[in-house]
């Protein structure tokens, strides 16, 4: 498969770039801590195998002082005792249930989860920084968005 970018959308579609920063900004400024937006985003990117996000994502988690461990294991969170908190798990779990939509429907036991660890607000920020990061991962996989990283390096994928 060839990874070579198919178009650079955001600067077809400046509008729609606007309109996806003005809802990623929207969703990120309600509160929810950090370490958790980015770990949903690192997880939902996983998941839609978007090398753009997983490549930013990382990095700002990175930046933020998040371990390497948690992030080398982020993927098998389930398996990984209390390495992550209960609310973080709740997030996950949510993330997940969200990204995939396996059944069409988030499971109420997934949501009663995040509910219980989250006030209704919180809640909000979350299904909204999830929704956000599943748009800009299939942006990206979609054109085939070259991870900063490597656009920088000169490398190609």
Known sequence: MTTTPRMDIWQTAPRMMKGMYAFQQAA????????IGELVKIRASQINRCAYCLD???????????SQLRLDLLAA????GDLFTERE????????????LTDGFVPDAVYARAAAHF???ELAALIGQIVAINAWNRFNVTVR?????????????
Not at 28 to 35: I, Y
Not at 146 to 156: E, F
């Open 89 to 100: 798990q709740a997030a996950l779990a949510l993330t997940e249930a969200v990204t995939e």
């Open 56 to 66: 930013m994502h990382l990095a700002d988690a990175r930046k933020a002082g998040e």
């Open 145 to 157: 968005g070259l991870p900063q990283s490597l656009h920088d390096s000169g490398r190609t994928a």
């Open 77 to 80: 969170w389930e398996e990984s």
């Open 119 to 121: 006030e209704e607000a």
């Open 28 to 35: 990120s400024a309600a509160g929810l801590e950090p370490v």
